[in-house]
């Protein structure tokens, strides 16, 4: 291979001019030359910033100071000539190298065009019989030499601390870092290995810039084994693969390290990681209660002399984020959070949480890792993934779990667990306030105490619905904020994953035109009662410390069909402001074995916190008796009744179960009920009042109706009633007249038929030719 003139003149030039560069940085020592200076030291002053550095919090917060920038991670306040003064003392050592190789080579080899191009018969002579390593420091190491300005430079310092950097392990990140400082040491290190196609160092450049003698050399290479820290924590990373002896292998600093060691800048280091990292500028959406406070506060004074290992266990929507986020803060860490829901492989499980720990470590960081539950469910493999890459973690470590980790797997990763809960009425109180505070809003201390009692919802929800309430109330004209704004937006957030599963339904009725005995409608008063003062008595009278009950109630409506059951429900579900849904048995129960449980597994979970009223109509075919075990079909029966029984006495909301036929329920069912209503078949007084109440308020009636003579001659139910006065609308508004009284004796006879009941009655026999006589 020849190269062309113009390429031979330049290899020359950029030798002589490397050549000639050394040797004045020899000649002079440690004072390097304008020439070389100059653009390292503005190149230096371009990378590194210096960024204001926050003191530690000495409290939990729980006020707005969680807002805010936290500040640098520790260590990157100092000035930024430093990584200048150590690029200078490593340009001395390279200046002493250089002109060890010049004097190797000979003033001939600046003249040779094939210079690192080709071996002729003195150049293997000179190689055995010169001594290797080339020993450029009479006595000790070099990396000794040059740890007193490596420890100066703040990233270094920082690194050297948290992962037990020797000075052997810094001067080698120093030299694989200088390519990316300034491109004049790409043809210095071409120069020094003889090979102007190598940019970058290799092993064996390190070892003798760095080594002494034989031993210090061992020691150099030693530095760069799979075990050692250096590789461990993937600080280096190979420049290209040399399948030769590991001497040849070039080296250069992770772009991850390389982003944050010059430009000292959050975004950037993380961008180039492929992460996210957690702002700061977010409100308070946080409130403890006082036992879990103490014990956070022991758990973060912990940290401060052993790497945390912290296990938040809770249900969605607990807090576990914004506990997470005061715990960084509490200890003044960036929190960077990852989510492995998403994750496919354990190759990529391991790579995730290698490369978030490596993000979090070197911003000073404390790792938020969720979506751990979801791994166990798809593989268990993968949870043990998870579990040996965290425990080799050398950050703050923060799990979020919906149920605890496996004892087989959690026995290898140390956890502190703490449980969280949804926030009790007093803490959605004081969140409803700052809510208010944070959107610049005003509601009156009653109104946010109803919020708080009847909207079972976490911190963010809070939030957002006071958000999305001022927002509308902004675009309407007196712009003014009420209570039924801000439970208009909390219903429009809750519940979208319980529609996919049930029916909404529009609440109607309300107790100002219920029609109900005086008993019926007491008990449904209570009912708002005990669901307006639950938390109060469960959290702040301690009743859940003595009964192991939820603070859920259930109402069984039991009574004939069209008596005015699922009127009341709406009627309840208005008076309380919150939605209701009707469960779709025929979605729900299902012929497979463990299907059922499985809907209405998922059926409770969605509906847990979507702050609805539940309405399970025919209740009897969902919660039948339990039958004598006689074959497997019974066994399995069995099973769906005894978790229904379960599931119902961990449900915290209100659920209304509707039925024919009350001697069809399960005894045990019937046990934890918290009220039972009984819905009569109405009588004459209360039929006539659902006459008036039924009839459209804009339908036109002729004087001769009588509802009175209606509700005394046929024995009908409310939802016959309601049925007849709809039919008789469309009847006399296809005649295009008023609703007269043949109108309402054939929608009678009709909705008689429809029971399968054959009417004999003069009135009604003559309603077809009266309705055609009029």
Not at 84 to 111: F, K, W
Not at 312 to 329: P, Q, S
Not at 428 to 455: C, N
Request: net charge negative.
């Amino acid at each position: 291979m020849k190269l062309p003139p113009k390429a031979c003149s330049a290899v020359v030039c950029c030798v002589g001019a490397c050549w000639s560069m050394a040797r004045s940085c020899f000649i002079a020592g440690p004072a390097i030359p304008t020439a070389m200076t100059a653009p390292l030291t503005q190149t230096t002053e371009r990378a590194m910033t210096n960024r204001p550095h926050n003191p530690p919090q000495t409290a939990m917060p729980d006020a707005d100071s969680t807002a805010g920038e936290l500040g640098t991670p520790i260590g990157m306040g100092t000035p930024h000539q430093a990584l200048t003064a150590a690029m200078r003392c490593l340009d001395a050592l390279l200046g002493v190298a250089i002109e060890h190789q010049a004097r190797r080579l000979g003033p001939a080899s600046l003249l040779d065009p094939w210079l690192g191009m080709h071996m002729d018969h003195a150049d293997v002579q000179r190689l055995l019989v010169e001594q290797s390593p080339h020993a450029l420091t009479a006595d000790a190491c070099a990396a000794d030499l040059l740890a007193p300005a490596m420890r100066e430079v703040p990233g270094l310092r920082h690194l050297s601390n948290i992962l037990a950097l020797t000075n052997i392990d810094l001067a080698a990140l120093l030299i694989a870092l200088a390519p990316d400082v300034d491109l004049r040491y790409e043809r210095i290190y071409g120069y020094l290995q003889d090979d102007i196609t190598r940019k970058r160092p290799s092993l064996d450049l390190i070892a003798n810039l760095l080594a002494a003698d034989p031993a210090q050399r061992l020691a150099v290479c030693a530095r760069f084994e799979y075990a050692a820290p250096l590789r461990v924590h993937n600080l280096i990373a190979k420049a290209l693969e040399h399948p030769r002896s590991p001497l040849a292998q070039d080296w250069c600093v992770d772009p991850i390290w390389r982003t944050w060691l010059l430009q000292g800048s959050l975004a950037d280091a993380l961008e180039s990681a492929a992460m996210t990292h957690e702002r700061r500028n977010t409100p308070n959406m946080l409130a403890l209660e006082p036992a879990t406070r103490a014990v956070l506060e022991q758990v973060c004074e912990l940290a401060t002399t052993v790497p945390l290992r912290l296990c938040l266990l809770g249900e969605h929507g607990a807090g576990k984020h914004e506990v997470a986020r005061a715990v960084a803060h509490r200890l003044n860490l960036e929190l960077v959070p990852i989510d492995l829901r998403d994750v496919q492989s354990c190759a990529e499980l391991a790579a995730m949480v290698e490369r978030a720990a490596r993000a979090a470590c070197l911003l000073g960081g404390l790792l938020y890792v969720r979506g751990v539950s979801s791994l166990e469910q798809r593989d268990v493999q993968l949870l043990r993934t998870l579990t040996t890459a965290l425990d080799a973690a050398p950050c703050h470590l923060v799990l979020s779990c919906v149920t605890p980790l496996p004892p087989v797997h959690a026995g290898t990763l140390p956890l502190l667990r703490v449980e969280l809960h949804f926030p009790a009425a007093a803490s959605r109180h004081l969140l409803w306030q700052r809510a208010m505070q944070h959107v610049g809003a005003e509601l009156s201390d009653e109104d946010l105490a109803t919020l708080a009692a009847r909207f079972s919802l976490s911190g963010p929800q809070i939030f957002q619905a006071a958000a999305e309430a001022h927002m509308l109330a902004l675009t309407q004209r007196s712009g003014t904020l009420g209570y039924q704004d801000i439970a208009a937006a909390v219903r429009r957030q809750c519940g979208g994953e319980l529609s996919r599963m049930a029916t909404r339904i529009t609440p109607q009725a309300d107790f100002s035109n219920l029609v109900a005995p005086i008993e019926v409608q007491t008990q449904l008063r209570e009912i708002c009662a005990r669901v307006a003062t639950r938390d109060t008595v469960a959290h702040e009278w301690a009743q859940d410390s003595v009964h192991a009950r939820t603070t859920g109630v259930t109402a069984l409506f039991v009574g004939p069909s069209g008596t005015g059951k699922t009127l009341s429900a709406e009627a309840l579900a208005r008076e309380l402001g919150l939605d209701l849904y009707r469960i779709d048995l025929a979605g729900i129960v299902s012929k497979y074995i463990g299907e059922t449980e499985k809907n209405l597994d998922r059926v409770f979970t969605a509906a847990a916190h979507a702050n609805a009223v539940l309405f399970f109509d025919e209740a009897d075919a969902l919660f039948g008796k339990r039958s004598e075990v006689k074959d497997a079909h019974d066994r399995y029966a069995n099973i769906e009744v005894a978790y229904l029984l379960q599931k119902m006495e961990q449900f915290d909301g209100l659920a209304i179960l509707a039925t024919n036929l009350k001697q069809n329920l399960d005894d045990a069912f019937a046990r934890r009920l918290t009220f039972t209503l009984n819905f009569p078949f109405p009588e004459q007084p209360e039929r006539e009042r659902l006459w008036h109440a039924l009839w459209p308020p804009a339908a036109p009636m002729a004087d001769d109706v009588d509802l009175a003579w209606f509700a005394r001659e046929f024995r009908l139910s409310g939802g016959n009633i309601r049925n007849i006065v709809l039919a008789a609308a469309h009847l006399a508004a296809a005649d295009g007249r008023v609703v007269t009284r043949a109108h309402l004796l054939h929608a009678t006879r009709r909705e008689f038929q429809k029971l399968g009941k054959n009417l004999v009655h003069a009135e009604t026999a003559a309603a077809p030719a009266d309705r055609r006589a009029a």
